[in-house]
T-cell receptor, first 111, second 116 residues
């Protein structure tokens, strides 16, 4: 089976940098994805790490360490609109492209 | 980009009735779609994988006779919640895996179901 743990809540101020961690236990591994979900909305894809290291996409970066079964999402220059829930996810290695989502982190950005 | 739509966005029904939710891929063909359920402040839980032209694959603990899935074409999958009860009230979201775009799934906007 798969399990992915994240902190439940993170609070930061506008303009700051925040890191959301994800630790996982999986029977196989195809890489770690990150999704953002605003209240009442659909999850939207942010980033994907198939290999160790840092992937940068604008203000968002994501890091993966497969040896540590650990990854994080880094959000820079925080804006109020970044207040949302963030989920890490892994793809099932049994085929079928199913995703298992982490427990989710609610980010609150304050003035 | 890949766009997935859902209909309806919100539905309120009486206990014991059935509700059908549609999931459409608007600008691509989706041989596989996924149905998730999400309770407030919780993560997305996969209910089933919908395969075009074949039976859906249900996750452990999901009743296939209660949550009927039909994937009759390459652009449409439907989820029918049969004999709905208040505990079925939730946010139902579909998604499609798009080949050639890495590990990305594209999600529909979701359907908020409230059973009275």
């Amino acid at each position: 089976g798969q399990s992915l743990e994240q902190p439940s809540e993170v609070t930061a101020v506008e303009g700051a940098i925040v890191q959301i961690n994800c630790t996982y236990q999986t029977s196989g591994f195809y890489g770690l994805s990150w999704y953002q979900q605003h209240d009442g909305g659909a999850p939207t894809f942010l980033s994907y790490n198939g290999l160790d290291g840092l992937e940068e996409t604008g203000r968002f970066s994501s890091f993966l360490s497969r040896s540590d079964s650990y990854g994080y999402l880094l959000l820079q220059e925080l804006q109020m609109k970044d207040s949302a829930s963030y989920f890490c996810a892994v793809r099932d290695t049994g085929g079928g492209n199913k995703l298992t989502f982490g427990t989710g982190t609610q980010l609150k950005v304050e003035l | 980009g890949a766009v997935v739509s859902q209909h309806p966005s919100r539905v309120i029904c009486k206990s014991g009735t059935s509700v059908k939710i549609e999931c459409r891929s608007l600008d691509f063909q989706a041989t596989t779609m996924f149905w998730y359920r999400q309770f407030p402040k919780q993560s997305l839980m996969l209910m089933a994988t919908s395969n075009e032209g074949s039976k859906a694959t249900y996750e452990q603990g999901v009743e296939k006779d209660k949550f009927l899935i039909n994937h009759a074409s390459l652009t449409l999958s439907t989820l029918t919640v049969t004999s709905a009860h208040p505990e079925d009230s939730s946010f139902y979201i579909c998604s499609a895996h798009v080949w050639g775009l890495g590990d990305t799934q594209y999600f529909g906007p979701g359907t908020r179901l409230t059973v009275l």
